[in-house]
Nanobody
């Protein structure tokens, strides 16, 4: 059974930084395409950032490029999202998600397509106050 356990998050003032981590178990970590979605009240779920563990290909939503960095720790089976220069509009529940059926390069569409991801974490709150 695949399990994704998120940690980190919390509350910060605008301009501050937070880091999220996702511990993966039950799946060969090297085969994963994994990353983060977020869901804010009244908005659609949005793909934030993704990484192919093997090869290191990454995807970032335009709104977070230059501010967020995704990385992996293969020894700990963990993917992290460092979020800098946070804005109030980044307030949301952030979900770790894993595509266990294909590598990122095999997908015809963008890595942010929610339908690719068949394993989800429980979600973690990020609140940015202005």
């Amino acid at each position: 059974e695949v399990q994704l356990v998120e940690s980190g998050g919390g509350s910060v003032q605008a301009g501050g930084s937070l880091s999220l981590s996702c511990l993966v178990s039950g799946f060969p970590f090297d085969d994963a395409t994994i990353g983060w979605f977020r869901h804010a009240p009244g908005k659609a779920r949005e793909g934030v950032s993704f990484i192919s563990v093997t090869g290191g290909s990454t995807y970032y939503a335009e709104s977070v490029k230059g501010r967020f960095t995704i990385s992996v720790d293969n020894a700990k089976n963990t993917v992290s999202l460092q979020m800098n220069s946070l804005k109030s509009e980044n307030t949301a529940v952030y979900y770790c998600a894993l595509d266990s059926t294909a590598y990122m390069y095999m997908r015809a569409g963008p890595a942010s397509d929610v339908w690719y991801y068949n394993n989800w974490g429980q979600g973690i709150q990020v609140t940015v106050s202005s």
